[in-house]
């Protein structure tokens, strides 16, 4: 596909309005539909485009199997992490009320935590999908 | 006009279902599943839960056919013809299936809005989680705060398997060799 | 009364035809490839179950339409049977109108939204052990495995 220039192209076109659009669809989660689940994959869908495109090669040098590895492992400990924090303040494991202590709108601490969880769920997605797809693209090339 | 296009829908999906059967190269097979994921995606639509089409069809549609092509290419696509005779399987499938339509009969009819299902913690969900958490969306405040503990086990079911695709991926190829050197591969078992 | 029953209930049939294709997919054929795609069309048939049971006739998408008015003015249960008839008289046209809103149910969403994710990941651990057996026999067939198996135990 490497040849193809509709597909090259159209491909360089599309990577950054992808990875736009699941931005949006991350932290417009909260009034649309939409998510962390949706937003990673979605991030991921972009990278898997331009390696079918592009070759492994090249999108590995932008996005190495090093990083999306640490992505997998980092969203789970921010998941996790939030929770350890709302108990150091006193709180329940993921009392998410705790990150803004405001008796009169308890909303404020809900809305930090559902960003910061829906983080690392989109971060570890992403790092998932991304180190999975690497490894079957990457099989059968002496290296994975 | 919504109960139209469920039928509809539900008619292409049995269509798929059965050509999933029927087909026997691969790569075809891959491609009519990500067909069947991208139609229930529009039914998961009809059906009001515009969260879980999103999520099918990014998923299903999306990310699921790139890994089933890449373990085709790694793994070849043909299926031998099925070497036994499909009766049995025929005849469990036909009991079980008869089984479970038996079951529906004392489910409460599709729709209704005074099922069980909705009055056990589903009203507290739609009436209170705006005071409570204050967002519209519902399914993220009861995704990502109600039921926080489900998403993280969740989160961690995907990172474990992705460790575990890395353990099995990523060691280096070892070249298949039928018969006497085959000892390497299944050496483990055998302790040869 | 026999097509009442059939309204009613034709949703969760035709989930049951295509959970038994997925099942005989899984049963019936010998290719491990094939049968992952066997096991995802058992899964979603399981999904649609679920969001079938969500679903209420009239209803809409479960995020708050007017979340104002249905948050301060408590007009009444928005989902439950009697969401339908929680008008206040009309006094403001729009909460009514938020108030009359009829929500699906939202619990069975976030299930299955998470089973979705969950449901890829171990497909892609499927699909690297059918890689790995591959590799390792040189096939995918069931049957030829076996073969292979029980020759060498014979030459053990």
């Known amino acids: 596909m490497r040849e193809e220039i509709i597909i090259r192209v159209g491909a360089k076109f599309l990577a950054p309005f992808i990875i736009m659009f699941a931005l949006y669809v991350h932290f417009h989660g909260d009034y649309s539909p939409g998510g962390g689940f949706q937003a990673g994959v979605i991030l991921a869908a972009a990278f898997a485009l331009l390696a079918l495109v592009y070759g492994l090669e090249a999108v590995q040098k932008v996005l190495p199997l090093r990083f999306t590895r640490m992505c997998a492992a980092l969203g789970v400990l921010i998941f996790a992490g939030v929770g350890v924090v709302t108990m150091l303040l006193g709180h329940n494991y993921l009392g998410y009320n705790a990150l803004a202590p405001d008796p009169t709108h308890p909303e404020h601490g809900q809305h930090y935590g559902i960003l910061l969880v829906e983080l690392g769920v989109l971060v570890t997605v992403f790092g998932v999908m991304v180190t999975v797809f690497y490894h079957f693209a990457g099989r059968g090339r002496g290296d994975s | 006009m919504s109960i139209v296009v469920d039928i509809v829908l539900f008619t292409l999906l049995g269509a798929a279902g059965f050509a999933l059967l029927k087909v026997r190269n691969l790569f075809a097979v891959v491609m009519l599943a990500g067909i069947y994921s991208l139609l229930s995606a529009g039914l998961f639509t009809v059906m009001d839960a515009v969260d879980v089409a999103f999520t099918e069809a990014a998923v299903g549609a999306g990310i699921s056919t790139v890994l089933f092509l890449g373990a085709l290419a790694l793994a070849g696509h043909h299926e031998n013809r099925p070497g036994h005779t499909p009766l049995l399987p025929l005849i469990v499938v036909v009991v079980t299936g008869g089984a479970l339509v038996y079951g529906t009969m004392d489910m409460p009819g599709f729709g209704h809005p005074g099922n069980p299902v909705h009055h056990h913690v589903a009203d507290h969900y739609l009436e209170e989680s705006y005071d409570e958490i204050g967002i519209p969306n519902v399914v993220t405040s009861v995704l990502a705060s109600y039921r926080g503990y489900d998403t993280m086990g969740e989160t961690t079911v995907v990172f474990a398997a992705a460790v575990g695709v890395m353990l099995l991926l990523s060691g280096a190829r070892r070249p298949r060799s039928r018969g006497g050197g085959g000892g390497e591969t299944a050496g483990e078992g055998e302790g040869a | ?156």
């Not at chain 3, 959970?19 to 979603?44: A, C, D, E, P, W």
């Open chain 3, 1 to 156: 009364m026999r097509l009442d029953l059939f309204v009613s209930h034709y949703n969760y049939w035709v989930v049951i035809f295509l959970m038994m294709v997925g099942f005989y997919i899984l049963i019936s054929r010998g290719n491990l490839i094939k049968k992952v795609v066997g096991l995802n069309v058992f899964q979603t048939a399981v999904f649609m179950l679920y969001i079938s049971m969500g679903k209420i006739t009239g209803g809409t998408p479960p995020i708050l339409v007017d979340p104002y008015g249905a948050g301060e003015g408590h007009n009444g249960a928005e989902g439950g049977p009697e969401g339908a008839e929680a008008g206040l008289g009309g006094t403001e046209t729009l909460h009514e109108a938020a108030a009359e809103v009829m929500y699906s149910n939202p619990l069975p969403h976030v299930l299955i939204l998470t089973a979705i994710v969950v449901g890829i990941a171990t497909t892609s651990v499927g699909l690297a052990l059918a890689v790995r057996i591959k590799e390792a026999y040189g096939t995918l067939e069931e049957d030829e495995i076996s073969r292979i198996e029980a020759e060498r135990e014979a030459a053990e």
